[in-house]
């Protein structure tokens, strides 16, 4: 385990520190871990919530948000069978329970909150604090299918996130902003749920086959269209519990070689001037 510093940060202009959003994340987390195993519904804790657990017993302490993988049959499952019994201060947003949201994966957000970014948002769609339930989809590395399926995800995911007139605004890149242009334009013609549905059809190609490896692709690929998180599929159920602020939870028995696929040297703490929040939230509420 690192030992840093008491780390403090308060949301710009408020009284609400980022331990009063983990706070919340936290309660909806337990509200996830009780309906998974109300129905039987394995997961894991992943990325940044994954790291913070194996080297702080917790969250990073800059981090503001929780990820949690399943497999995508689980995936399918939790949203049938689990969803329902989710307690009604909590709502399941997708791109169809909330159809002017992009996300293509689930955010479990408490009502009556807010947390809201310069990019993402929508003032339509609801804002509250969340965490994230992102599908591992199987998929088929280093195969030209494989290529076509990423560019079909990558472009699906450029005109859907383009209904958010900000992507557009703070796109850096000018054939990148042109073609974010385009793909708003082309919105006005072919309404968003037409992509949504497109997009999730190509994440669950492979779904009723074992392909040998799981990737995250839900949330949009890296540069070049290459997956965030690669993985081989034989072993995803083979977890373990490690503490997580106190309570115990379940993540993958080879973490140390999932962190290293995600991290390098997942260990080592980096520079200060790095050590902050990442989701530019703009407005907050508690």
Request: include cysteine.
């Amino acid at each position: 385990m690192a030992h840093d510093k008491e780390y403090v940060y308060y949301y710009p202009g408020t009284n609400i520190s980022i331990k009063d959003v983990q706070n919340v994340e936290l309660e909806i987390l337990e509200e996830l871990n009780r309906v998974c195993k109300l129905k039987n519904i394995p997961y894991q804790l992943a990325g940044g919530t994954l790291l913070g657990a194996v080297r702080h017993k917790g969250f990073i302490p800059w981090d503001d948000d929780i990820d949690v993988f399943m497999k995508r049959c689980d995936y399918e499952r939790f949203l049938k069978e689990a969803a329902p019994e989710i307690r009604d201060k909590y709502f399941l947003q997708t791109c169809f329970t909330d159809p002017d949201s992009v996300v293509q994966f689930v955010k479990i957000r408490k009502n009556g909150t807010v947390f809201e970014n310069n990019v993402d948002n929508l003032p339509t769609s609801h804002t509250g604090i969340w965490i994230d339930v992102f599908p591992l989809d199987n998929v088929k590395p280093g195969t030209l299918a494989d290529w076509f399926r990423r560019f079909r995800i990558a472009t699906y995911y450029g005109i859907i996130t383009s209904s958010v007139k900000n992507r557009v605004k703070y796109c850096k890149s000018m054939p990148k902003k042109f073609l974010r242009f385009v793909f708003a334009g082309l919105l006005k013609v072919v309404p968003k749920r037409v992509f949504d549905k497109k997009l999730q059809a190509v994440l669950k190609k492979y779904s009723d086959c074992d392909t040998g490896y799981l990737a995250h692709a839900s949330n949009g690929l890296k540069a070049g269209m290459q997956y965030y998180y690669v993985v081989p599929s034989d072993n995803y159920y083979n977890m373990i519990e490690l503490e997580f602020c106190g309570k115990m939870y379940p993540v993958p028995a080879n973490y140390d070689e999932v962190l290293k696929i995600y991290y390098g040297d997942y260990m080592q703490l980096p520079p200060e001037e790095k050590r902050h929040p990442e989701h530019g939230i703009t407005r907050i509420k508690i």
